[in-house]
Nanobody
Framework: VQLQASGGGLVQAGGSLRLSCTAS????????MSWHRQAPGKQRELVAR???????DYVDSVKGRFTISRDNAKNSVYLQMNSLKPEDTADYYC?????????????????WGQGTQVTVSS
């Protein structure tokens, strides 16, 4: 089971980016999916989370600017980031709680994707 993230890049303040993250493997079910970020010299923080029910949570600093969504058929989660600010600059990581059936055994994973860098210039 793996998570593959993409979509980062360099953008000017006020611009937009869309991050994508797709899970692959012998997946039976995905529960919570989320995006986190880590800026240089800072701790990793939860940016947005979407539960299997569709309920969404956001950190206060991105409310009204970022939107998290998921496509269960594609085992994917997205983060639409609008009105980007220089303080949004960070490495962004996706995370998913995955139930998989491998080698005749059920496995519960908390998986991280590789980071994708977002840089917002002023």
């Amino acid at each position: 089971v793996q998570l593959q993230a993409s979509g980062g890049g360099l953008v000017q303040a006020g611009g937009s980016l869309r991050l994508s993250c797709t899970a692959s493997g012998s997946i039976s079910r995905i529960d919570d999916m989320s995006w986190h970020r880590q800026a240089p010299g800072k701790q990793r923080e939860l940016v947005a989370r979407i539960r299997s029910s569709g309920t969404r949570d956001y950190v206060d600093s991105v409310k009204g600017r970022f939107t998290i969504s998921r496509d269960n058929a594609k085992n994917s989660v997205y983060l639409q980031m609008n009105s980007l600010k220089p303080e949004d600059t960070a490495d962004y990581y996706c995370n998913a709680e995955i139930l998989a059936y491998e080698d005749d055994t059920w496995h519960a994973y908390n998986k991280w994707g590789q980071g994708t860098q977002v840089t917002v210039s002023s």
